[in-house]
């Protein structure tokens, strides 16, 4: 896994995995059943007077059902279904807000663009975010415009920036606190539960696309002595220069996670073993004082990422046992019949 060169930022997936359909879904519902609530009780508490009370009312009779409805199927609902109940949501708070009436009234409903915001700060991407933010102000615009007076421009920019600013804190809290959750402190690489969600949904990729896809275990040698004789923080120095430049030699597919001590997972799509072979090669010349051991294996096709890994873990142990320093290569799923499912040495 490689970091962004213009931000800084780690390059992951197009999808993010570290959120699922089932939590958005459920939020997105307690949010919309909430307004729903809302927009009835205007019915039975004490509020300012509403032009169109009926029309507000239908607001929440519609909201509350679907927020229920989103809230009961969120287990196996399609994503999709997310972008209904937020469309739904936007288009209620601007009904709600044309209710109200002409008065100054119509920035309090108007403020329910913040569920909005806080929503789409949390789980989604920021252009997708901001195209939801974006029409939530065209239609709170258009409904203010319908009865248009100067002091309303202010009463816009005002709403907006109430709804804006908890979309900035969100999206920025929720992305630091994802980032320390998936990757490694003191590398930066990928942690072992981001592992865990990126290698079964790159093999799911592979099979749809009956493309190949291979492992590399890795593993520094040596690094227990560096720790003893120099110190843990020599020891930290190594991991963090090994990782840095084994970075620079990854392609932007390629994901490295970091998974125990002195131990390391490389994920290559797109890659038979002889190139995942090559792969570590280039980690070898980009690292030249970096001495380690690396077990490589290719996807059959068929094995889950458990199955994948364990080989790849077999190899690197087979490499380990017989010196170091160089790889051995899981050929269980080799085309050559004269090398199959017999493991070898690639390279020192």
Not at 113 to 125: D, E, I, K, M, Q
Not at 167 to 190: F, I, K, M, N, Q
Not at 251 to 267: S, W
């Amino acid at each position: 896994m490689r970091p962004a060169r213009d931000s800084g930022r780690w390059v992951t997936s197009s999808s993010d995995p570290s959120t699922d359909v089932p939590t958005m879904l459920g939020w997105l519902a307690m949010l919309i059943t909430a307004g729903g609530l809302v927009a009835v009780s205007v019915e039975v508490l004490p509020y300012w007077p509403i032009a169109h009370k009926r029309f507000d009312l239908g607001i929440g009779a519609l909201l509350g059902p679907l927020g229920v409805a989103l809230w009961m199927g969120r287990r196996h609902a399609p994503r999709w279904m997310m972008h209904a109940g937020l469309l739904a949501g936007v288009c209620g708070i601007s009904g709600a807000v044309w209710a109200v009436g002409p008065s100054p009234q119509t920035q309090a409903p108007a403020l329910f663009y913040v569920f909005l915001s806080t929503f789409t700060g949390a789980f989604l991407p920021r252009r997708l975010a901001i195209g939801y933010l974006g029409l939530a102000g065209a239609q709170y615009l258009a409904v203010l415009a319908l009865h248009w007076r100067a002091e309303m421009a202010t009463q816009w920019v005002l709403t907006m920036l109430a709804v804006t600013v908890p979309y900035a804190v969100t999206s920025s809290l929720v992305a630091r606190l994802r980032s320390l959750a998936l990757h490694d402190p003191l590398t930066g690489l990928a942690n072992r539960r981001l592992l865990d969600e990126l290698l079964p949904a790159r093999l799911t990729v592979a099979r749809r696309g009956h493309r190949p896809i291979s492992v590399a275990a890795l593993d520094l040698d040596g690094l227990k002595a560096i720790n003893d004789l120099a110190g843990h923080a020599t020891g930290d120095l190594l991991l963090k220069a090994a990782a840095r430049c084994w970075s620079s030699a990854l392609r932007a597919g390629d994901v490295m996670a970091r998974v125990g001590g002195d131990e390391f997972i490389l994920v290559l799509p797109d890659a038979n073993l002889g190139a995942a072979e090559a792969a570590v090669q280039r980690l070898r010349a980009a690292a030249h004082g970096v001495a380690f051991s690396a077990g490589v294996a290719c996807w059959t096709g068929e094995e889950d990422a458990a199955s994948l890994l364990r080989r790849a873990d077999a190899a690197l142990y087979a490499a380990k046992q017989s010196g170091g320093a160089h790889t051995v290569s899981d050929t269980t799923s080799d085309t050559r019949p004269a090398l199959a499912h017999q493991p070898r040495v690639a390279s020192r």
